[in-house]
């Protein structure tokens, strides 16, 4: 049974989000084999027009019958405002809602979108007996960017922001962020767009996905190097589009031995500054208060591990 959206404590890591075409069914398979933490199988873009009815049914298909090996379940249906939507919810929810944990939804506009989208699921869920689907809501036109604090709280099921560069790109007409276009390091022109996503999810309290990377195999350290930046802001994951994409995000955000070995020293000395009545300390030669207690606090979190018991777990 689905985890309900709203239970923050019970949702999983996703460090790494497979794309997987809903229409190529011997790629699923392929695709749950990767160590990705969320696999979704992808009914809009990566599947053709002609194609979508008949990979609805092989997606219900690979839910009930597959073993997802404990991964996070996904399904990217189509564009609320397309023929297609309303069909993939009934199919897909329908027939193997028990079986599906993720909703991607592609190209919001607004928070509207999200609150018709979450009144249909009810209904859906309602008949079937379910229990709430969550939503991942894509990030990847201007209203929405404009829009993303809203959008971030308009039903308690979403969960989850994604930066979708390559078509935020198309949609302003930016000249960067396509598979075609030379990609330049140095460049950072979603800097601000990361930033209000990454703010708008944190202040709902759900998870950020940073953008998918359009080049794979010999583009896997420019994916690694979009990667960091992204750990280094405070996004939970990324989108991969190709299998050897999925280690190089999971090691990026992984944090190391090294860094968790700091946190929870962090928090010891904090907890020592508490017990003798001081509300700031240092360490290793810097200055130590609640802000940087807060910061190892989440890098554990992002880790799977336990905070450490204590007054500076507690503050």
Known sequence: MSTPANNKQNRRRRRSELATPASNEWMFSSAIRSDADMVFLDLEDATAEDQKESARHKVVNGLNTLDWRGKVRAVRINH???????????????????????????????????????????????ASGLAPIELEVLIETPQAVLDVANIATAAPRVGALVLGGGDLSAEVGARYGSGFMPYDDTLDVWHSVRWSILLAARAAGIL???????????????????????????FDGKWAIHPSQVDVANETFTPSEDDLRIAAEVLSTYDEALSTGLG????????????????????????????????????
Request: zero cysteines; hydrophobic letters at 40%; proline letters at 4%.
């Open 208 to 234: 950020a996905i940073d953008t998918p990377f359009p080049t794979y195999g010999d583009g896997n350290e420019r994916f690694r190097r979009q990667a960091l930046q992204a750990f280094h802001m405070g």
């Open 80 to 126: 609320m405002d397309t023929q297609h939507a309303k069909r993939d919810l009934e199919v897909v929810v329908g027939e193997a809602g028990a079986s599906l944990d993720v909703i991607v939804v592609p190209k919001v506009r607004s928070a509207q979108e999200i609150v018709e989208l979450d009144r249909e699921l009810s209904i859906l869920e309602k």
């Open 280 to 315: 700031a300390t240092k360490y290793a030669g810097t200055l130590l208060d609640i802000g940087n207690v807060n910061s190892a606090r989440h890098m554990l979190a992002a880790a799977g591990a336990t905070t450490p018991a204590g007054k500076g777990a507690g503050v």
